[in-house]
């Protein structure tokens, strides 16, 4: 029997539109976050065992709720609504009431992490947690607009020796963006490796050069987003 954990991760609470983030669109059939994780959980094979569930826990709070808590606390009470989504419909229609009541127990039993710092704090001390249980397989997941950074996160955890080397990590991404953007605004910076491209061997090349960028002064990041934008209109063709 196959292990499974899965990884829910947290969405600041302030967020702009953060129900439609962290739950979905039933109107539209647009799974969040909490959607995903019940369709994830539904689709388990025979031979899958559900060990573990866990949602990330970042600093903003509500309600009297830390992030996680309030997230976990929002999935039970809106858990009627899921069936709300086509697509979850049918699955639920076909549940028996002892299933739906485990089903529930299942989200009852969500781990909330200890509040984390950032993504990849996030992801080792979920793996931590899914180590303890002998999880094999872990899904992790995360917003359309995030499930990138989520994947590169991973590696920067698995080269720190912080995940499991016997955790298969599989990453869903839901079908939410971020409130006003669009999956083309995602922009992925990947060191270039081949070598029939020339900027190949420049250094620094231009993934190095934005990575301290994250950590700039708002200001500074304004006038940089400023910079470039002037800089690529004078190239426009």
Known sequence: MTKVGILVHCRHLETVAWEDLVFGIPAEDKLGDLATLVRVVLRLESSEELASIVIGCGPSWKDGLSEGEYTK??????????????????MLDT????????????????????????????????????AERGVDKVVQICAGSHASRCIKEQGVARSHGAIDKNQLWHTVATDMFYHGTKPEDVCVIEPLHRRDQPMTFVRPGLSEVMVPYFFLPDE????????????????EK
Do not use: C, Y
Request: glycine residues 2%.
């Open 73 to 90: 606390q929002f999935l039970l009470d809106n858990f009627d609504r899921l069936g709300d989504f086509p697509r979850l419909k049918p």
């Open 95 to 130: 549940l028996s009431q002892e299933q739906l009541a485990t089903l529930r127990a299942a989200m009852e039993n969500i781990i909330v992490t200890s509040e984390i710092k950032n993504t990849v704090a996030e992801i080792e001390t979920a793996a931590g947690l899914f």
């Open 220 to 235: 500074d990041k304004k006038a940089f987003v400023r910079l470039v934008d002037d800089f690529m209109a004078s190239h």
